[in-house]
């Protein structure tokens, strides 16, 4: 890794949110690995375990800066306080218990910089950890998938002016990624994908993201999607004639996704089905 969040004229800035992730956090901060300098800031989200507290202190000689919440404002917020910390043009979240891959960052910039209208870049991503597979993601911002689900990486490569512009990630109790989508989707935002199979980060599977609590929430949080972003919904009709779904995904969707709640089985069976092909968001 190379930089701090000190570090003059860099073009990219990594944020990666912390609370209770001491064990992994270094292996996150070691998966940071770019030729050019970085922006690099952590944002201890009131931890109050020892091995986080540990894993912060040996920062402290490391080129990274470390910022602190005094009370735990969640994942949003801790992405927000990193953001406002940095400098750089372009912006990557980095959950602390995921790892970046070596040398991306830096062809994800170089991407941006060859197309100035884009306002994010994104690949495909691995998940690890209790099962393996590459999560394929649409070659594009789709305003009509969005609206019933998010097939979106949480790590991207934002272009600061666009985070600015939609006041970056908004305080929910879930699916503040989603609604980042969202809120750049409704704006009307574009965004270069690296090619299909092109893997931009690893997302691991663990813990809490295993236990997946939003689905039980999932009706009253996708409900208040919908609610902050109506512009989005009023031009679903629209979105949906633009969409590159296929016409039988495009009925689909709404049967699939949407306000229906959740069941445990059903991230098994999905996962089983992009296994086989035949469930995948390709373009």
């Not at 998940?127 to 998938?145: K, M, T």
């Not at 935002?189 to 039980?216: C, D, S």
Request: one cysteine or more; aromatic letters at 8%; charged letters at 30%.
């Amino acid at each position: 890794m190379s930089g701090g969040a000190s570090t003059d004229g860099a073009r990219i800035a990594v944020i990666i949110p912390c609370y209770r992730d001491g064990e992994l956090l270094p292996e996150a901060i070691a998966s940071v690995s770019e030729e050019e300098p970085l922006e690099v800031v952590v944002v201890d989200d009131a931890s109050d375990d020892e091995a986080t507290r540990l894993a912060l202190e040996q920062l402290s000689t490391a080129s990274v800066t470390v910022a602190r919440h005094e009370r735990n404002l969640g994942v949003a917020a801790a992405r927000n306080t990193g953001f406002r910390a940095t400098r750089a043009r372009y912006v990557f979240p980095l959950d602390a218990d995921d790892l970046a891959a070596s040398g991306m960052l830096g062809q994800m910039a170089d991407r941006l910089d060859e197309n100035p209208e884009a306002d994010v870049c994104f690949g495909d991503y691995r998940e690890f950890g209790s099962s393996e597979l590459l999560r394929q993601v649409p070659g594009h911002i789709d305003p009509y998938r969005l609206l019933y689900t998010n097939e979106y990486p949480v790590s991207a490569l934002y272009r600061r002016t666009a985070l600015e512009a939609v006041g970056g990630w908004a305080a929910l109790p879930a699916y503040e990624d989603w609604h980042l989508w969202m809120s750049l989707a409704e704006r009307g935002a574009t965004g270069v994908h690296m090619g299909p199979q092109t893997v931009t980060y690893r997302r691991r599977l663990h813990g809490e993201r295993l236990l997946t609590r939003a689905k039980f929430n999932h009706r009253r949080l996708y409900l208040r999607l919908r609610q902050d972003h109506p512009r989005l919904s009023g031009d679903m009709r629209e979105h949906r004639r633009r969409s590159s779904l296929s016409r039988r995904r495009k009925l689909l969707y709404p049967l699939v996704y949407g306000g229906r709640p959740r069941f445990s089985w059903e991230a098994r069976v999905k996962t089983l089905l992009e296994r086989s092909g035949s469930w995948t968001p390709r373009r």
